[in-house]
């Protein structure tokens, strides 16, 4: 039987919208997992199952195409698509393909914003759950791993998780510029919506020591404050609070300005003139314009923050480019050794072949070579071992190094004629 074929079938943002992602989720197998249900499909032989917000796929190994067309009807049996809507997002890629998709997939060159590492954990708990239900075997444990590896050296080689392509981590990478080190520093929200939170998220990872939150109704401020370990305040005290802190993240959705220039150059004194940023995401903003004029202020707006993020996202695409070289490399150093699978078996019958002559000439000899000792017996099988090992060692060697597409066939059928592996002589193959 020929090795299994890789297949990956699957949809993800860039070939289907959201209504139809969310009918092939892992919620669609309430009785039963995909793991499961695409383990016992005929002529599947390892299953990991891929479900996110952005992305559904199935990445099996199989023989034959009415494997790949049972992932499919498995999927319409559990949904309420039909086959035309199905087959119009659905991407089928075989081997080669199916490699190289995962390798981009693992490296973040797929994903909605490139170079965001989420989509590598997800890939990771697919895989260990696969692994639970003893779901793969040699060729996934081997694929999923390296795609690991792809990713790490993604990472590690360019520039491509390095620059801000959020506005709430755009605002955090700004802030490490102005200050060099945000350990020990002390931040303020004020206001407390989804992007200051997410924002302050990011410095408290950055090594912020104090979080002050000051919102107008103070009960969401005691709650926000809770869930991120900071310190609520109402709006009337933010003028004292911000004597003491470096950072500033306003956000109140307020109609006017609520921080005018004459607020700010009031507390610089008491401040002793020390740095103080303001990052204003409100729309209508919050903080006057003009705060940029007070020195050892830095005041930046939402506006700022776009073109930052419009520019970083600009480089990932340069760093992407160079991933997309990694990626390659890797897919042919895979295929090598998918190639070399062909010739595992050529290898196991030459040295069945060669264990089973030593053990029937030494057989032969024993008999003419009476009264030997325990020891002696022990030193003649570890001598004739040996000497079979070396016979084969430069030929083994030799398959191993010179498989290849192009000459596989080949190369196999004159090994086989080589060591009379296809010949019958009254013995054992």
Same mark, same amino acid.
């Given at each position: 039987?020929?090795?299994?074929?890789?297949?990956?079938?699957? +949809?993800?943002?860039?070939?289907?919208?959201?209504?139809?992602?969310?009918?092939?989720?892992?919620? $669609?197998?309430?009785?039963?997992?995909?793991?499961?249900?695409?383990?016992?499909?005929?002529?599947?032989?390892?299953?990991?199952?891929?479900?996110?917000?952005?992305?559904? /796929?199935?990445?099996?190994?199989?023989?034959?195409?009415?494997?790949?067309?049972?992932?499919?009807?498995?999927?319409?049996?559990?949904?309420?698509?039909?086959?035309?809507?199905? $087959?119009?997002?659905?991407?089928?890629? *075989?081997?080669?393909?199916?490699?190289?998709?995962?390798?981009? +997939?693992?490296?973040?060159?797929?994903?909605?914003?490139?170079?965001?590492?989420?989509?590598?954990?997800?890939?990771?708990?697919?895989?260990?759950?696969?692994?639970?239900?003893?779901?793969?075997?040699?060729?996934?444990?081997?694929?999923?791993?390296?795609?690991?590896?792809?990713?790490?050296?993604?990472?590690?080689?360019?520039?491509?998780?390095?620059?801000?392509?959020?506005?709430?981590?755009?605002?955090?990478?700004?802030?490490? &510029?102005?200050?060099?080190?945000?350990?020990?520093?002390?931040?303020?929200?004020?206001?407390?919506?989804?992007?200051? /939170?997410?924002?302050?998220?990011?410095?408290?990872?950055?090594?912020?020591?104090?979080?002050?939150?000051?919102?107008?109704?103070?009960?969401?401020? =005691?709650?926000?404050?809770?869930?991120?370990?900071?310190?609520?305040?109402?709006?009337?005290? =933010?003028?004292?609070?911000?004597?003491? =802190?470096?950072?500033?993240?306003?956000?109140?959705?307020?109609?006017?300005?609520?921080?005018?220039?004459?607020?700010?150059?009031?507390?610089?004194?008491?401040?002793?003139?020390?740095?103080?940023?303001?990052?204003?995401?409100?729309?209508?903003?919050?903080?006057?314009?003009?705060?940029?004029?007070?020195? $050892?202020?830095?005041?930046?707006?939402?506006?700022?923050?776009?073109?930052?993020?419009?520019?970083?996202?600009? /480089? *990932?695409?340069?760093?992407?480019?160079?991933?997309?070289?990694?990626?390659?490399?890797?897919?042919? &150093?895979?295929?090598?050794?998918?190639?070399?699978?062909?010739?595992?078996?050529?290898?196991?019958?030459?040295?069945?072949?060669?264990?089973?002559?030593?053990?029937?000439?030494?057989?032969?000899?024993?008999?003419?070579?009476?009264?030997?000792?325990?020891?002696?017996?022990?030193?003649?099988?570890?001598?004739?071992?040996?000497?079979?090992?070396?016979?084969?060692?430069?030929?083994?060697?030799?398959?191993?190094?010179?498989?290849?597409?192009?000459?596989? &066939?080949?190369?196999?059928?004159?090994?086989?004629?080589?060591?009379g592996l296809n010949e019958r002589d009254g013995r054992e193959k």
């Amino acid at each position: 039987m020929s090795k299994p074929e890789i297949a990956l079938l699957g +949809v993800n943002h860039k070939t289907a919208p959201v209504e139809i992602r969310e009918c092939l989720t892992l919620r $669609n197998f309430p009785d039963s997992s995909p793991l499961e249900l695409l383990s016992g499909i005929p002529g599947i032989k390892e299953a990991v199952f891929l479900s996110t917000c952005n992305r559904v /796929e199935a990445l099996v190994t199989c023989q034959g195409e009415d494997a790949i067309e049972s992932v499919k009807q498995l999927w319409l049996s559990r949904s309420d698509l039909n086959e035309k809507k199905l $087959n119009q997002s659905l991407y089928v890629h *075989r081997n080669q393909e199916a490699i190289r998709h995962l390798f981009r +997939v693992a490296a973040s060159l797929d994903s909605m914003v490139v170079g965001e590492p989420q989509i590598l954990g997800q890939i990771k708990d697919a895989y260990k759950k696969a692994v639970e239900a003893k779901a793969t075997g040699m060729i996934l444990n081997r694929l999923l791993h390296k795609a690991f590896s792809v990713a790490k050296r993604v990472r590690t080689e360019t520039r491509i998780a390095s620059h801000a392509v959020s506005i709430s981590y755009a605002a955090v990478e700004l802030a490490r &510029k102005i200050f060099g080190d945000l350990y020990g520093k002390t931040a303020m929200l004020i206001g407390a919506g989804e992007m200051a /939170e997410l924002a302050a998220q990011h410095l408290k990872t950055n090594g912020v020591k104090g979080l002050i939150v000051a919102n107008r109704t103070l009960s969401r401020a =005691v709650n926000l404050a809770r869930d991120l370990g900071g310190k609520p305040i109402s709006l009337d005290e =933010v003028d004292q609070a911000l004597v003491d =802190v470096d950072i500033v993240i306003s956000s109140t959705g307020a109609p006017d300005i609520i921080l005018t220039r004459d607020r700010v150059k009031k507390i610089m004194r008491p401040r002793r003139h020390n740095l103080l940023f303001f990052i204003d995401i409100a729309v209508p903003r919050d903080i006057d314009p003009k705060v940029n004029d007070i020195e $050892n202020v830095y005041l930046y707006d939402i506006d700022d923050l776009k073109g930052i993020v419009e520019f970083n996202k600009a /480089e *990932r695409e340069k760093e992407a480019a160079r991933a997309e070289r990694i990626v390659e490399s890797e897919v042919i &150093k895979f295929l090598s050794w998918m190639e070399s699978l062909d010739i595992v078996p050529v290898i196991q019958r030459i040295q069945q072949k060669g264990e089973e002559i030593r053990q029937r000439e030494l057989s032969r000899s024993k008999k003419c070579l009476k009264g030997l000792t325990a020891e002696q017996e022990k030193a003649l099988d570890v001598m004739t071992r040996s000497i079979v090992q070396k016979l084969l060692s430069d030929p083994i060697i030799f398959l191993k190094k010179n498989v290849s597409p192009e000459n596989n &066939k080949q190369l196999l059928d004159i090994t086989s004629k080589l060591f009379g592996l296809n010949e019958r002589d009254g013995r054992e193959k």
